[in-house]
């Protein structure tokens, strides 16, 4: 080895969730551990994903309430948003819970080396080189790093916004088209509405939300017409972007076979999430990328074996909750030789749009696929007295069970608080709480919560 280079026992490439927590844990299981970081510490979560777009979400949020606020005797009005007092206020809070996870700090305390010399590449199976020069071996490597927006290779794709660079814009869009109706989407598209853009959000795919059991969809589509924004799924396809002579930007798809086209002060892309691969060297290990990602088996193993991917980077579940579960599992993996593996049926998900949407464990159709005979009881909003004191009637809870009522297979809402409930229901399952003793909990008077008591009560009296 050259002076300055350095060995470990684990080698970690990526400190957002899933390199942060695969460090910390293996530093606790005794490893040496260094974590190469490119960027900024906490990865696209905290800095371009999670954290703004949630307080863009509770701007929007405050500007529906204050459109509402006439309906309880509060005059209120809100003529224009302050676009740069907006973005302002995102990077403040952003900064907050930056400096909240202080990373560096609990690195420091667990005795792992942080690397901030660029963009780390293999050299060989046990090696990596930094931009810097400097090379870093170690017995394992946990490769996680994350993801970036894909743009459409189409003409004119460079005319696009990326979700990571929304905040870049120079002023707040009049028009603004989202390609893509996934998680990203359907909440730039909320939030755009909120601020008083036109929205159009177009997709391929049949439905918005296509993660999403099949009702969630139809509910969260449904609101997004009645306040004003265009859906369009089950496109052809997004043909080109072009500057037009306006200065605007016009965006050409096709749909039922013809031609249509719209100008736009802005288009987004938020067609997919492919990992960060492209300089990693990866073909100097023989590990393929397939479907834009790294893959892994069930334990987070590469085909090289003491190289794991876990995170965005392996394109399973890309949450920050699996992230971190995945980092801490592969690194009980690599330093012990553990088997751990992701309990996919107990990771909920859920977006702020207007409504909340959220799901954990099985889709209805995923657990119909299973067992036609399972049971499904769906409650809506409107029979819950929180929801009609709030005047938030709209949205359900949907709980599958199996054939004899037992067990939680699946729960899905859509509505105030959606995220929120389905945690409950979360912490429910990963209890083992049955469908009988869950229909016996006391939630108190008056909460959204309290649905959960009234499906699991509707679940055992056999509504189908
Ligand atoms: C707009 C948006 C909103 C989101 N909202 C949510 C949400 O509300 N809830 C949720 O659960 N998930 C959300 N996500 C998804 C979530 O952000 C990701 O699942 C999560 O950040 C993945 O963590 P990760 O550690 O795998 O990757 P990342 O967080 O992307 O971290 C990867 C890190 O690796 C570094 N890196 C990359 N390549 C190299 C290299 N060669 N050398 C050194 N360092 C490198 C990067 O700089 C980065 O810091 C959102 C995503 C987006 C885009
Ligand atoms: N709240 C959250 O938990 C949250 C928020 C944002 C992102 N994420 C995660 O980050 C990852 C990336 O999310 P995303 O929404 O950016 O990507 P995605 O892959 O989930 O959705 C992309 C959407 O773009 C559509 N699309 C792809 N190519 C297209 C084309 N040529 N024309 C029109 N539409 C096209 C797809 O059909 C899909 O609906 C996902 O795994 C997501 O779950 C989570």
Redesign the pocket.
């Known amino acids: 080895m050259r002076e300055g280079d350095l060995h470990y026992d684990v080698a970690v490439i990526g400190a957002g969730p899933a390199g942060t927590a695969a460090a910390l844990r293996a530093a606790e299981l005794g490893a040496s551990v260094v974590v190469l970081e490119a960027g900024r510490l906490g990865g696209t979560c905290v800095n371009t994903?999670?954290v703004p777009?949630r307080v863009l979400a509770k701007t929007a949020r405050l500007i529906r309430d204050v459109h509402h606020a006439s309906v309880y005797g509060i005059p209120a009005d809100v003529s224009a948003i302050d676009w740069f007092a907006t973005v302002a206020r995102v990077e403040e809070r952003v900064e907050k819970v930056r400096s909240l996870k202080s990373e560096e700090v609990r690195f420091a305390e667990a005795g792992i080396d942080l690397i901030h010399e660029g963009r780390a590449r293999f050299v060989t199976e046990s090696a990596l080189v930094l931009d810097s020069g400097r090379i870093i071996t170690a017995d394992r490597i946990i490769i996680c790093v994350g993801?970036h927006?894909?743009r459409?290779p189409i003409p004119g794709a460079a005319l696009a916004t990326v979700?990571e660079d929304v905040l870049t814009l120079p002023a707040l869009p009049r028009r603004v088209a989202i390609?893509?109706?996934?998680?990203?989407?359907?909440?730039l598209a909320t939030v755009f509405s909120a601020f008083g853009s036109a929205v159009t959000l177009?997709?391929?795919?049949p439905r918005v939300l296509?993660?999403s059991d099949k009702s969630i969809s139809a509910v969260v589509a449904e609101a997004f017409v009645a306040q004003g924004i265009t859906v369009r799924t089950g496109?052809d396809?997004?043909r080109s972007l072009a500057r037009a002579s306006t200065g605007a930007i016009t965006l050409t798809w096709s749909a039922e076979g013809s031609a249509v086209d719209d100008e736009f002060d802005v288009v987004i892309m938020?067609?997919?999430?492919p990992a960060d691969v492209d300089d990693l060297g990866l073909e100097k290990v023989g590990i393929e990328v397939t479907r834009s990602s790294i893959p892994v088996d069930q334990y987070f193993h590469t085909v090289v074996p003491h190289i794991f991917a876990v995170g965005?980077a392996n394109g399973r579940?890309?949450?920050?909750q699996a992230a971190q579960f995945e980092g801490e599992a592969a690194a009980e993996n690599a330093v012990l030789g553990a088997n751990r593996r992701t309990p996919h049926q107990l990771l909920p998900?859920?977006?702020?749009t207007d409504p909340d949407y959220a799901g954990v464990g099985l889709t209805e159709e995923e657990a119909r696929e299973r067992d036609a005979s399972c049971v499904v009881v769906r409650i809506p909003y409107s029979s819950l007295d929180r929801a009609v004191i709030d005047d938030r009637e709209l949205g359900f809870l949907k709980l599958v069970a199996d054939r004899r009522r037992e067990l939680i297979l699946g729960a899905h809402a859509v509505g105030e608080n959606a995220v929120e409930v389905i945690q409950s229901l979360t912490t429910a399952m990963a209890a083992g709480v049955d469908v009988s003793t869950l229909a016996n909990v006391r939630f108190a008077y008056p909460t959204y919560s309290a649905i959960i008591g009234i499906a699991a009560r509707a679940l055992l009296v056999g509504a189908n």
């Open positions: 994903g999670c777009t993801g927006s894909r459409l979700p390609i893509g109706a996934g998680n990203t989407g359907a909440q177009l997709d391929l795919a296509m993660a496109i396809a997004v938020a067609t997919g999430w965005d579940d890309m949450l920050v998900a859920g977006g702020f």
